[in-house]
Nanobody
């Protein structure tokens, strides 16, 4: 059984910063892509950023230059450093990961709430 657990969600003022973490645990052989998604109230879930096993990254246009995704392959953890947060960044953020645990499948965390006050 593999679990992803996010942490770091909080209330922050617009212009502030937060760092989210997502730790994978369990019987893990390897992890391929790790990604952050977010869903704001009344909106569809969107991909924020992802990072592959070689640390190549990609970002949504709305966060490029302000957010940074990174990973620690020893700790099986992915991070999302969010700077210059905007009110529109208020959302539930969750991570997913392509995990090989005998076989390959995608796992999701339960999410962390980020609230940006204007």
């Amino acid at each position: 059984q593999v679990q992803l657990v996010e942490s770091g969600g909080d209330l922050v003022q617009a212009g502030g910063s937060l760092r989210l973490s997502c730790a994978a645990s369990g019987n893990i052989d390897s992890i391929n892509v790790m990604a952050w998604y977010r869903q704001a109230p009344g909106k569809q879930r969107e991909l924020v950023a992802h990072i592959d096993s070689g640390s190549r990254t990609n970002y949504a246009g709305s966060v490029r230059g302000r957010f940074t995704v990174s990973r620690d392959n020893v700790k099986n953890t992915v991070y999302l450093q969010m700077n210059s947060l905007k009110y529109a960044g208020t959302a539930g953020y969750c991570c997913n990961a392509g995990v090989k645990s005998g076989y390959q499948r995608t796992y999701w965390g339960r999410g962390a709430q980020v609230t940006v006050s204007s």
